[in-house]
């Protein structure tokens, strides 16, 4: 939370995890997070928000609604991150801020929406 000069995170064992809330919150230098899976997760709220330099981000397996707004992933990123999410009933992801969300082709975004999930952009 708020590490300020941080730039990446090594790969981490959070599959037994039930909380990545604000893990990861305005780590503002923060660019890469390696492919993480995050199964178990039931709180992510503010895990990867205000991360402005983030530009790769591999979660995986995410199920519960999580932000990654005022990051700086681009639309090929997202998708990326699309195709690892889980089916869900009802989750949302929201994006704002991302450069890449404004260049998302409806087919990208069908990759979230088709697994339950709402997109924000």
Known sequence: YACYSLLTIPLLDLTNASSTGSML???RSLQVIPDINIPNITNNT???QNCYCLQRARLQSVSKTISLS???LSAAELEQLFTSLANVT???LTITG?????????TQKAIA?????T???
């Open 90 to 92: 009802s989750q949302t």
């Open 25 to 27: 919150y305005n780590c």
């Open 70 to 72: 005022g990051c700086k």
């Open 98 to 106: 991302n450069w890449g969300a404004a260049y998302l082709t409806d």
């Open 46 to 48: 503010g895990m990867l």
């Open 113 to 117: 929406t088709n697994k339950g999930w």
């Open 119 to 121: 997109l924000v952009l």
